[in-house]
């Protein structure tokens, strides 16, 4: 264990915040017992004070310690998935306070496999809140130099830990009402969820809990970002008079100021998708424009995540 993660950990302990690596996203992390410390995050987060934060933990065990009911369904998902991208919403024990929950009567928590992640909470030995690393509702970081950039001195300490894996946020899954619900896709998919679960799983409506990346525009780059249909694609761009940067899987066009091919791989688009957001916004364009992928199963957390980015 390196002495940056002891030190990040002490940062904690004494109410601090520290961004750290997950497979995901880069978190910031505060300790999430802790009343100063998490009224600090969501200052620094801007965040509203009703959208719940996920809590993560080292193991299972102590991460169900924080909910008062565990379903079979989240001990299986959990012996499948866990470490790993899936933040699992149970109903909440006397641990997880109002002030990670937005109020509500459920918490979220995840055990990440991303080994800085389990070494400084193997350390830490309690639950860490860890939203995004970046301020509330803009694009998240997926390396420490996002972070850096987002949050400059707001922060005690960034661990590094190289580029995300995975790029986007976990799949969220909520487990505290009759039946379980997909509030947000993530590398593992709805189709895995039900293989483990031996029944299906619900998309989420109206009455949903509130939970992290649930608003409509969320994910978002600073300039507009607009998601067009590949065939349209070719017609937008010969009708834009503004400077314009394109996201896309088609080779550059010459008529376009910025211009970022993508690839066709749902998982490697994922793992690159916040980084081109960041690229393209800081292109010294008026606009984005977003070529939509596939609507297909494979590329479900990637649409969800374009479609909030446009707003």
Known sequence: MSDEVRKAADILRAGGLVAFP???VYGLGADASNPAA????????RRPADHPVIVHFASASEAFAWAREVPAAARKLAERFWPGPLTLILKRSAKAQDFVTGGQDAVGLRVPSHPVARQLLKKFAGGIAAPSANRFGLVSPTTAAHVREDLGGDVDLVLEGGPSEIGIESTLLDLSGA?????RPGRISKSELEEVLGFPVEEK?????RHSGGLERHYAPRIPARMVPAYD???EIGRLKERVAVLAFSRPDERVDYWLRMPR????????LYGALRELDTAGCDEILVEAPPDS???AAVRDRLRRACG
């Not at 409506?205 to 809990?209: A, G, I, M, Y």
């Open 38 to 45: 998490m009224k600090r995050l969501y200052a620094v987060k």
């Open 265 to 272: 791989d749902p998982q490697a688009y994922a793992q690159k």
């Open 179 to 183: 039946r379980p619900v997909l509030l």
């Open 297 to 299: 199963p494979e590329w």
């Open 22 to 24: 997950t497979e995901t």
């Open 205 to 209: 409506n109206e009455s949903s809990t």
């Open 233 to 235: 694609l070719d017609k």
